[in-house]
């Protein structure tokens, strides 16, 4: 059974109104469907994506380090970054430490599609970060 880190955040700038127990309450039950344990969860309230230094974030990698579970779990990669230099780097840093990320919406994996489909979703959210900011 994978061990499986939950992420959710919330950002101020009403871009994504899925609120916080949604997105838990989904990612919950998609680890539910895999079989997957959920050892922590991880929240920021009420901060950007393409800020490096959430709390919560920050912990999640500290514990990434640490080898306390397998995959992050997210209900859309957009809760993880809205930068795409921060999505890359954040995900080489976990698999580093043999974490994987899933998305509960977007299906996303290690092929070459799936890493080509990742590249893409980055872009686009970093273009609706940029465009809401001017």
């Known amino acids: 059974m994978k061990r499986a880190a939950a992420y959710a955040r919330f950002s101020t700038d009403k871009q994504y109104e899925t ?3 949604t997105q ?3 990612i919950r039950q998609y680890c539910k ?14 901060e950007s ?16 380090r640490k080898h306390l579970f397998d995959v992050v779990i997210v209900h859309k990669l957009n809760r993880l970054a809205r930068d795409r230099y921060l999505s890359v780097v954040t995900a080489h ?8 990320v899933e998305s509960v919406l977007e299906p996303v994996d290690d092929s070459p599609v799936g890493q080509l489909l990742w590249g893409i979703l ?9 465009n809401t900011i001017q």
């Open 19 to 21: 609120s916080i127990e």
């Open 24 to 26: 838990l309450r989904d």
């Open 33 to 46: 469907r895999k079989g997957y344990h959920i050892v922590k969860e991880y929240v920021d309230r009420a």
């Open 49 to 64: 994506a393409s800020k490096f230094d959430r709390p919560a974030f920050q912990k999640m990698l500290e514990d990434a």
């Open 93 to 100: 840093e976990l698999k580093k430490y043999g974490v994987s």
């Open 122 to 130: 980055d872009a686009v959210n970093e273009f609706e970060r940029l």
